[in-house]
């Protein structure tokens, strides 16, 4: 059952206007865009954005409404989407950048060490490069950055080693031999009760394959040219990288001034465009985090355009 996250909170900061134009660039389940529709109201329109095929279809079988329009395009692509749909600017946007269930729950789409599957994790699933191809082929040096840079992982090293001697035997073809290899890597005093030391080993290939930080740079690049005054965009984050790389673009918009602090007069010409609504990254409250374990780690942050 999808549950989206922090539903009542992303529709508070985002505050929708009747007849107003959004832009949903996670589609997903459509938990959060069944609010928004309820409260923009058939004079107003959604876009939602989701690049991954089976989601797209489930969307146009439950918003099978005028006002809705499904793209089946990569939220980076939003500005050059907008521009080929005649519009300018629109009234709000929002993200969710977590898995969703329905991908976790498919043992075929690779995304989960609990479900046994076939090494894949592509979001979209016309992408050449999967999961397989990564521990499969990639040189251990380069799986071990990988394992660093995208999932924070302390024995990068040691799980890249173990991949690397695992695959000389044969191939690492599914998600619960992967899942395997890493248990035995990590040392078993760092396994942390309730999570699964792979956790971050997925996180990370998952996160490198896909190209999601450079997705939602590109998306946060394009918010201050397609949002109108008085518009408002929310994130919904769930690890550090995604939370810092918003968090900085947020602080800077906000900046009305970037110049050195010894420059005695500003010629920077930055001017503030947005004003950040949330001071600290908004989480689930506990009677969610009861009902919905995905939340856990989730971190929203929501700002308003004021130029």
Known sequence: MHKPVMPKELIDFLAPVYGGVYV??????????????ERIGETGKLLIFD???????????????PNVVIINKNFSEVESVLAEL??????????????????????????????????????DKSFDMDAYTVVNTFP?????????????????????SKIVQKRGISKISTTKELADIVFDAVPKKFHK?????????????????NKELESIESLLRSIEKIIKKGGRVVFISFHSLEDRLVKDFLTF?????????????????KVQTFKILTKKPVTPSEEELQNN????????RAAEKIV
């Open 86 to 123: 005649g519009i300018d600017k629109v009234d709000g946007l929002y993200a969710d950048f977590g898995t969703s269930s329905f991908q976790l729950n498919d043992a075929q789409r690779g995304f989960s060490f609990i479900r046994n599957g076939p090494l894949d994790m592509r979001m």
């Open 253 to 269: 918009y906000a900046k009305d001034c970037i110049c050195e602090i010894k420059t005695p007069v500003c010629n920077c010409k």
């Open 51 to 65: 690049r991954d095929q089976d989601a797209v279809d489930r969307l146009k079988s439950k918003f099978d409404k």
């Open 24 to 37: 949903d660039c996670t589609g997903g389940g459509g938990g959060h865009a069944q609010l928004v529709l």
């Open 140 to 160: 251990e040096e380069t799986i071990a950055n990988i394992l660093k840079k995208y999932g924070e992982e302390q024995f990068a090293k040691r799980i890249a």
């Open 293 to 300: 374990r995905l939340s856990r780690s989730a971190k929203l």
């Open 193 to 209: 009760p309730g999570v699964h030391p792979a956790t971050k080993t997925f996180q990370a290939l998952r996160i490198f394959i």
